[in-house]
């Protein structure tokens, strides 16, 4: 992936508002897309993923949009609480016999209380 | 299930040493795979397993090697360590079912410095 140096993009929101991470993809093949979420000395853990045949995914609290047109990818976090501050990637599977994710470079959230 | 794990958790090396850095899983995944993470960025794949016995360089091998010594284990060696090798580790593994989407689950990492 393409690095963006020491300074990952933030979005800073209240307590209890929704939250709303972007990503945009880089291969129009892509059929399988991850987000993991990233806690300080942790490693990445799994939110939700969607198949390229879904624009939409809910899970519990989370919603992630697909845009195939635009290549764009979107977290939804409803009533975001203080746990889930963390960074939060987006990965995508190019779905030929590659074994490989392609990781974007973050976005780190930071809830406000 | 632990799920992935890794050791150590820590390690400080200097100039030229070399040393392994092990992880194992216990969810009877096929595949696993090494990254590094620098300050602010993104995982990048250094290499990857496809499954028992097979071994295959990803983004960034130079400066690695790894063994897969069974289904359950993959290490990844520094021969000798470079100032540019400081980073955290991670490993991963899946399943990597014909026809199901592959989820990659991660290890708490090992956090390496190189003086």
């Known amino acids: 992936g393409e690095s963006v140096g020491l300074h990952l993009p933030t979005l800073s929101v209240q307590e209890g508002d929704n939250s709303i991470i972007n990503c945009a993809y880089s291969n129009s093949a892509s059929d399988y897309f991850i987000w993991y979420k990233q806690e300080s000395g942790k490693g990445p853990q799994f939110i939700i993923d969607i198949r390229s045949n879904m624009d939409k995914r809910q899970g519990q609290r989370v919603t992630v949009l697909l845009n195939k047109t635009v290549k764009h990818l979107s977290l939804q976090i409803a009533a975001t609480q203080p746990g889930d501050s963390a960074v939060y990637f987006c990965?995508?599977?190019?779905?030929?016999?590659?074994?490989?994710?392609?990781f974007g470079s973050g976005t780190r959230l930071l809830v406000r209380p | 299930n632990a799920g992935v794990t890794q050791t150590p958790k820590f390690q400080v090396l200097k100039t030229g040493q070399s040393m392994t850095l092990q992880c194992a899983q216990d969810m009877n995944h096929n595949s696993m795979y090494w990254y590094r993470q620098d300050p602010g960025m993104g995982l990048r794949l250094i290499y990857y397993s496809a499954s028992e016995g097979t071994t295959d360089k990803g983004e960034v091998p130079n400066g690695y090697n790894v063994s897969r010594l069974n289904k359950r284990e993959f290490s990844l060696r520094l021969e000798s360590a470079a100032p540019s090798q400081t980073s955290v580790y991670f490993c991963?593994?899946?399943?990597?079912?014909?026809?199901?989407?592959?989820?990659?689950?991660f290890g708490p990492g090992t956090r390496l410095t190189v003086l």
């Open positions: 991963a593994s899946s399943s990597r079912d014909r026809g199901r989407p592959d989820t990659q689950y």
């Open positions: 990965a995508e599977n190019i779905g030929d016999s590659s074994y490989k994710l392609i």
